[in-house]
């Protein structure tokens, strides 16, 4: 990224703002919703995805021991002899984040290989084209459903292994694990899970020796610190109504930067 311009600078920053309210007001999608972005700005997933991945780390873990505090302080003592505290429940739901977990991991690990191994532009190809699927879910408000142990199943293995590969599985696994999760427990125990998935993927990275870009979080963190502080008052609107229209416009443009992105890795590599 040091060879980067002023102007490319600019937009990255701006990007990762956008990317850390996406996180936080809808609790996926920071990678998803920002990698299409970026890699019309420089493009080579692996420059971006460490970044992302911090960014992640730092946010969610921030995220779900501010909101397991908010719950313990808003404990009550019951009076009478028999007074007791109520337990606060977690936030998180960790009894089936373990479920999950467990049909999702060799597919995950699989999937970073797959990262490490592949070249930039098919990697940019497959991210691509994943978005652009995940797009018009969201523009005919026809996200992806599962209704039965075997597709829950592999919308998990698939999740984790696109996971694996480019840190945007997001929409597969929610597709399973909303279902499952109370709405007010959702964002937290997604939050845990992206934790987990992304802790292996740095552990690859650093294996692999891979740039951490760790100079270019002294001022892309602020960034996504900037999004997503608006990215938490605006999942506290986001829990009192549903926005299809929102969607819909985010998937069109998802869309548009898509085959834009295809056509300038296609073309360029002609």
């Not at 420059?47 to 808003?74: D, M």
């Not at 990262?115 to 991210?127: E, G, H, K, R």
């Not at 929102?246 to 296609?266: C, E």
């Amino acid at each position: 990224m040091f060879d980067l311009s002023m102007v490319q600078y600019t937009l990255i920053g701006l990007i990762f703002i956008w990317s850390g309210f996406v996180r936080s007001g809808l609790g996926f999608g920071g990678a998803v919703l920002s990698l299409p972005f970026l890699l019309l700005v420089h493009n080579d997933p692996l420059v971006y995805l460490p970044l992302i991945s911090v960014h992640l780390l730092v946010f969610s873990s921030l995220t779900i021991w501010l909101n397991n505090r908010k719950r313990a302080s808003g404990t009550t003592l019951t009076s009478g002899p028999a007074a007791t505290v109520e337990t606060p429940v977690s936030s998180v739901d960790w009894p089936y984040l373990w479920r999950i977990l467990a049909i999702m991991i060799v597919p995950k690990l699989i999937g970073v290989f797959g990262l490490i191994t592949l070249p930039a532009n098919v990697m940019s190809v497959i991210i691509f084209g994943i978005v652009s699927v995940y797009s018009l879910s969201y523009i005919l408000n026809r996200p992806f459903r599962s209704n039965s142990k075997v597709v829950d199943t592999l919308f998990l293995m698939l999740g984790g292994y696109i996971s694996g590969t480019s840190l945007i599985g997001a929409p597969l696994i929610i597709a399973v694990v909303a279902q499952h999760v109370a709405r007010e427990r959702l964002r937290d125990t997604l939050f845990a899970l992206w934790f987990i998935l992304v802790t292996i993927k740095m552990a690859a990275f650093v294996w692999a020796g891979v740039d951490l870009q760790l100079i270019h979080h002294l001022w892309l963190l602020p960034c996504a610190a900037i999004g997503h502080v608006i990215g938490l008052r605006f999942h506290e609107r986001m829990l009192q109504a549903e926005t299809p229209v929102f969607f819909r416009v985010l998937g069109l443009v998802l869309l548009v930067i898509s085959f834009i992105g295809l056509g300038q890795v296609l073309l360029g590599s002609a």
